[in-house]
C-alpha cells in the first residue's frame, strides 16, 4: 500500500518526540501523564502532535495518489483529515488509520471515474489541476460526513453502552474484550471506545478497568517491533528501521507506531495485534492490576501509577510475544501462499526464469509487486512500496511473457497493469498510469484497456515459442529472448553494427550525450528536435505540446536521477525514442526529490498507442530498475558506448 511509505516518517518523527516530551517533562497526575503548560517539553510535545495529525491524512492521500495520480492527492488528504477528526460527523473520536484507507482508496477511484467523463477540449487543461480535485474533495468530504460518518457515531456510543453492561461479568472476559478493542483500530473509534469507557471509570473509583487497558496499550507496538527481530527476512530495510522506532514508542504506551505495519498487511497484523492485547487484558484483568491515570504502556509503571507492577510486566510481556510471534506466522504463511501461486501460475504460459508469479499474457506480478515471497524486491525510488512495481514491471514481464510463448499472443492483455492500481506506483503513475488506461489529453484512453495492450506482434518469422524444457525467457539476467539468443548486430533489436536499439526506434541519431536544457518544458523541447533528426516529426512544436500536457497531468520523472517523459500524437508518423544525459540533472518534480540526468522520450503516433507505446515503457521500464544498468549508462563516454548499454534494452 504506497502511502505506507509516506506515513512512516511521520509516525516515527511524531511518536518518538510524543515520546521524549512525556519521559522527560512528564508528570504523573491523576489526569494522567500531564506536561506542565507554557515548558519547553510542551513545545516539543505540540510539534509531536502534529506529526501525528498529519499520519493519517497523508496515508490517505499518498493511496489516492497512487490510483488516481496527482489530482487524487488533495482529496485523499483532506478527506483522510475528515476520517480522523470525529467531531466533523459528531464522533467523540475519528475513524483513525482504517478511516484513511477508505477514504484513500474512495478518492482514488472517485477521480478515475471523473477522469473518464468526456469534456470539451477548452476544458481539459483545467481538468486535473482544477476541475477534478475540487470535484472530488466536495464530493468524498460530504459523503463521509453525511454517509459514512454517523454510523461510526452509532457504534462508538452503543459499544460504550455494551461495554458497561459487561462491567459485572468475569475480569478475565472483560479484560479479553478491551484488549481486543483496544489493539482493533489503535486510536480509531474502537479503541478509543475502550480507553474512554476505563478513563471514566478512574473517577469512580474503579481502576482495574483502566489497568487492563493500560497493559493491552504498548503490546501493538512492541509487539511489531519485536516481530521485526525475530524474522528479520520478512520485512524490508524501512520496516525494520520503523520497527526499532516502534519498540520504542511502545515503551511509552503509543500504540500508534504499529500503524505501518497494520496499513501494509492489515490482514495479517490486525488479528496478530488483537490476539496479542486480548491476551495483555486478559492476564491484568485475572491479576487485579490496576493504573490510576488515562495513560498505559511500562512508562506508567515506572512512574508509580500502576498496582501490581509485575504482573502488569507480566500482561505486556505475554501480549506482546503473541503479538510478534502470531505476526511472523501469519506473514510467513502468507509469503509461502504467494510463492505457491507465484510457482504454480508460472506453469501455465511456461517457465520464465525466477521473475515472479505469471498470470494470463500480459500479467505478471505477486501481491507484492514482482517478487514471489523472496523478500523485498529494488524498486525505483519514489514509486511506492511493496507492490511499487506492479504498473511498471508488471507491463514489462507481460512482454516477456508474450514474447516466450507466441502461441497464445492472441490472449487477452488487458490485465497488464497487474497490481498497479491497488497498490500503487508513487511516481511511476507516469508509467503505471499509462499501463492502467490513463486518459490523455486528447480525451482517449491508453492502450491498457484494449484487448491486446500489452501483447505485442511478432515482427519476426523466427520469434517463435521456446523449446520445451528450456526458459521462455532469461528475465532475472536482465535479457528477454524468443527462444535462441540473439548475437550481436541479429536482427533490427540488437544493437550490433545497426547501432539501433528498441526495435529501430532508439537509433545513433536520437541519442545525445549531453543536453543543454535547464528546465523540464526545454529538455522536452529539445528532446523533441532530436526525435526531429529521424525524419518521422511532422510537427515539433505539436509533439511538444502534448508531452507537456501529458506531464500537466502528472510527472514523468521516474526517480533514481531518470525521466520518461512521453507523448501520443500524430505529429510523428512512426514510433521514435530519444535519450540524453544532462551533467546536472533537470528538475523533474520526481517524489524521491532527485533531479533527472537520464531522459528518455517516447514519441508514437496515435494509431500505435495500444501495444507499442506500452511495449517501449514496459521494457524501459523494468531494465532501469537495474542500478548497475544506470551506472554503466551514466558513464558511457560517448554515443556508441551508450548505444552498446541500451543495446541490452531489447
Not at 512528564?26 to 495529525?53: C, M, R, S, Y
Not at 516481530?227 to 504506551?253: C, H, K, N, P, V
Not at 507466441?406 to 499501463?435: L, Y
Amino acid at each position: 500500500m504506497n502511502g505506507v511509505s509516506y506515513m512512516i516518517p511521520f509516525v516515527v518523527v511524531g511518536g518518538l518526540l510524543l515520546a521524549l516530551s512525556l519521559a522527560v517533562g512528564g508528570e504523573a497526575t491523576p489526569k494522567g501523564l500531564v506536561i506542565p503548560e507554557g515548558t519547553f517539553w510542551a513545545h516539543v510535545n505540540d510539534i509531536g502532535t502534529i506529526g501525528f495529525q498529519l499520519m493519517v491524512p497523508i496515508l490517505s492521500g499518498y493511496i489516492a495518489y497512487a490510483i488516481g495520480d496527482r489530482p487524487a492527492l488533495v482529496p485523499g488528504m483532506i478527506g483522510g483529515w475528515i476520517a480522523n477528526t470525529g467531531e466533523l460527523y459528531d464522533s467523540k473520536a475519528g475513524a483513525g488509520f482504517i478511516g484513511a484507507i477508505v477514504t484513500g482508496f474512495l478518492a482514488g477511484y472517485l477521480v478515475m471515474w471523473i477522469k473518464k467523463v468526456r469534456v470539451p477540449r477548452f476544458v481539459r487543461p483545467i481538468m486535473p489541476i482544477i476541475v477534478i480535485p475540487i470535484v472530488s474533495t466536495a464530493v468524498l468530504g460530504l459523503f463521509f460526513i453525511y454517509l459514512l460518518g454517523r454510523p461510526i457515531s452509532w457504534v462508538f456510543t452503543h459499544l460504550t453502552d455494551w461495554l458497561s453492561g459487561m462491567t459485572g461479568t468475569s475480569a478475565i472476559a472483560l479484560g479479553a474484550v478491551l484488549g481486543l478493542m483496544i489493539a482493533f483500530d489503535m486510536g480509531g473509534p474502537v479503541n478509543k471506545t475502550a480507553f474512554l469507557f476505563g478513563t471514566g471509570l478512574i473517577a469512580t473509583g474503579n481502576q482495574t478497568v483502566m489497568g487492563m487497558c493500560a497493559a493491552a496499550i504498548p503490546v501493538m507496538p512492541l509487539g511489531q517491533g519485536l516481530a521485526t527481530l525475530i524474522r528479520r527476512r520478512l520485512y524490508s530495510d524501512q520496516e525494520r528501521e520503523t520497527g526499532m522506532a516502534s519498540l520504542f514508542m511502545g515503551l511509552f504506551g503509543i500504540s500508534e507506531g504499529a500503524i505501518p505495519f497494520a496499513a501494509a498487511r492489515p490482514a495479517q497484523v490486525i488479528p496478530a495485534n488483537m490476539v496479542g492485547g486480548a491476551v495483555a487484558g486478559a492476564v491484568a484483568g485475572m491479576a487485579g492490576v490496576t493504573d490510576a491515570v488515562p495513560h498505559g504502556g511500562p512508562i506508567v509503571a515506572i512512574l508509580g501509577a500502576v498496582g501490581g507492577v509485575p504482573m502488569f510486566f507480566v500482561a505486556v510481556a505475554a501480549g506482546s510475544v503473541v503479538t510478534a510471534l502470531t505476526t511472523v506466522a501469519l506473514v510467513d504463511v502468507a509469503e509461502r501462499q504467494k510463492g505457491r501461486t507465484a510457482a504454480g501460475e508460472v506453469g501455465k504460459i511456461g517457465k520464465i526464469g525466477a521473475a515472479g508469479e505469471v498470470g494470463k499474457v500480459g500479467n505478471i506480478g505477486s501481491a507484492s509487486g514482482t517478487g514471489a515471497g523472496a523478500g523485498p524486491e529494488p524498486v525505483l525510488a519514489g514509486v511506492g512500496a511493496a507492490g511499487a512495481t506492479g504498473g511498471m514491471a508488471a507491463g514489462a514481464a507481460g512482454v516477456a511473457a508474450a514474447e516466450s510463448a507466441m502461441a497464445e499472443s492472441a490472449a487477452p492483455g488487458n490485465t497488464v497493469a497487474g497490481n498497479g492500481t491497488a497498490e500503487g506506483a508513487g511516481a511511476g503513475s507516469a508509467v503505471a498510469g499509462e499501463v492502467r488506461g490513463e486518459e490523455e489529453p486528447d480525451g482517449g484512453a491508453s492502450g491498457a484497456g484494449t484487448p491486446d495492450a500489452g501483447v505485442p506482434e511478432a515482427s519476426t518469422p523466427d520469434a517463435g515459442t521456446p523449446d520445451k524444457g528450456t526458459s521462455g525467457g532469461d528475465i532475472s539476467g536482465g535479457d528477454i529472448s524468443s527462444g535462441a539468443p540473439r548475437g550481436e548486430g541479429e536482427g533490427p533489436e540488437g544493437e550490433g553494427s545497426h547501432g539501433e536499439v528498441l526495435s529501430g526506434y532508439l537509433t545513433r541519431e536520437t541519442v545525445q550525450v549531453r543536453l543543454a536544457a535547464d528546465g523540464k518544458e526545454a529538455a522536452i523541447r529539445e528532446m523533441a528536435k532530436l526525435a526531429a533528426r529521424t525524419g518521422k516529426v511532422t510537427d515539433v512544436d505539436e509533439l511538444v505540446r502534448v508531452a507537456l500536457a501529458r506531464e500537466a497531468q502528472g510527472t514523468t520523472g521516474l526517480g533514481e536521477e531518470i525521466a520518461i517523459p512521453h507523448a501520443k500524437t500524430d505529429a510523428v508518423t512512426a514510433p521514435v525514442v530519444g535519450f540524453a544525459r544532462s551533467a546536472e540533472g533537470i528538475d523533474w518534480d520526481s517524489l524521491d526529490g532527485t533531479r533527472a540526468k537520464l531522459v528518455f522520450m517516447i514519441s508514437v503516433p496515435e494509431a500505435a498507442a495500444g501495444d507499442e507505446h506500452l511495449r517501449i515503457l514496459a521494457l524501459l521500464s523494468r531494465k532501469l530498475m537495474d542500478a548497475d544498468f544506470r551506472a554503466r549508462l551514466r558513464s558511457a563516454p560517448d554515443e556508441t558506448a551508450i548505444l552498446r548499454v541500451l543495446g541490452e534494452v531489447g
